[in-house]
T-cell receptor, first 113, second 115 residues
């Protein structure tokens, strides 16, 4: 049982490049989330999904797109990376009818130069 | 929507002292309050949580208290140890409502325990 995994762990992009971050969970969770974490800003929700084929905007969605084609995977895309998107990205998942506890992935450190 | 304020932003204590971190929330419908610990370079991990039908919960050296009337909850760590040094986040949610599991996090507290 791997829990929540993320790939890649680190990435450096040039401004304007695109990339996709992959999140996978093997706990059969219905809900999945993408956060970004910046110093002094805590965890801010980018997008979330309440089930396969559904996505919704969170607190800071601009510049990002997401897809959830399979229940176990949640992809975060950056179409044209900007330096302001330099951050640590965390994926998380939770049960629909659970306690509310979220399980986090190990994070992806992204630097945009 | 929910708003969670967390204080202090940094906390420095000597080993063996107690540490208290406080959070306030705005939505009276919130009923689940988890605390996460994030060590340097690691993922946030749940350390303790409390539901709105409980006023206090303890787990060894850590405890959480909830005051629903005042809409605030606190994390208490006793007999602190250097390995308690980390960033701590509080969060709130109306679990079971239409929040779709979306936790609202506080801004985090950097706790440093000096040997």
């Amino acid at each position: 049982n791997a829990g929540v995994t993320q790939t890649p762990k680190f990435r450096v992009l040039k401004t304007g490049q695109s990339m996709t971050l992959l999140c996978a969970q093997d706990m059969n969770h219905e809900y999945m989330y993408w956060y970004r974490q910046d110093p002094g800003m805590g965890l801010r929700l980018i997008h979330y999904s309440v089930g396969e084929g559904t996505t919704a905007k969170g607190e800071v969605p601009d510049g990002y797109n997401v897809s959830r084609l399979k229940k176990q995977n949640f992809l975060l895309g950056l179409e044209s990376a900007a330096p302001s998107q330099t951050s640590v990205y965390f994926c998380a998942s939770s049960y629909k009818r659970g306690s509310g506890e979220q399980y986090f992935g190990p994070g992806t450190r992204l630097t945009v130069t | 929507g929910e708003n969670v304020e967390q204080h202090p932003s940094t906390l420095s204590v000597q080993e063996g002292d107690s540490a208290v971190i406080k959070c306030t929330y705005s939505d009276s419908a919130s009923n689940y309050f988890p605390w996460y610990k994030q060590e340097l370079g690691k993922r946030p991990q749940l350390i303790i949580d409390i539901r709105s039908n409980v006023g206090e919960k303890k787990d060894q050296r850590i405890a959480v208290t909830l005051n629903k009337t005042a809409k605030h909850f606190s994390l208490h760590i006793t007999e602190t140890q250097p390995e308690d040094s980390a960033v701590y986040f509080c969060a709130a949610i109306n679990a079971g409502g239409t929040s779709y599991g979306k936790l609202t996090f506080g801004q985090g507290t950097i706790l440093t325990v000096h040997p």
